[in-house]
């Protein structure tokens, strides 16, 4: 059962919020957004922003402490992905990509070896393109397939 809508904030896309907030209001789901900066966010009992110290994986990290099985957790992070998976939890990229048991060890598999090509001093790719309006479409489509199955 869904408890709650972790964000890990930092990166996390203004429309990704935004859709994130309605969907809250909508369905009453607590909502938390976590980061090491401020984020602003709208009144709502359903919306809250938890603050972390500044540090490599802190928001992270917090998220894996709170969540229980069955949340949901927003973030493009794949280590992080992969460790809401192993703890029960469901996770969603900004670009509407799920996260799966069947799906996380190629995701960490390509993201270990880039890291090892950018690493070695290769020049590999410049990062993920802009959110497009597919990407957008594609992410709320998922949202709400997750939060209808969670009724």
Known sequence: MLNTIWVDADACPVVIKEMLFRAASRTKIQTTLVANQFIRIPPSPYISFLRVSAGFDEADNEIVKRMQAGDLVITGDIPLAADVIEKGGTALNPRG?????EN????????DFMETMRSSGLEVGGGP???NNTDKQTFANQLDRFLVAQR
Request: without cysteine; charged residues 40%; hydrophobic residues 30%.
């Open 129 to 131: 393109p802009p959110l």
């Open 104 to 111: 996380i060890k190629d995701r960490l598999t390509m993201r």
């Open 97 to 101: 990509e799920l996260y799966t048991k």
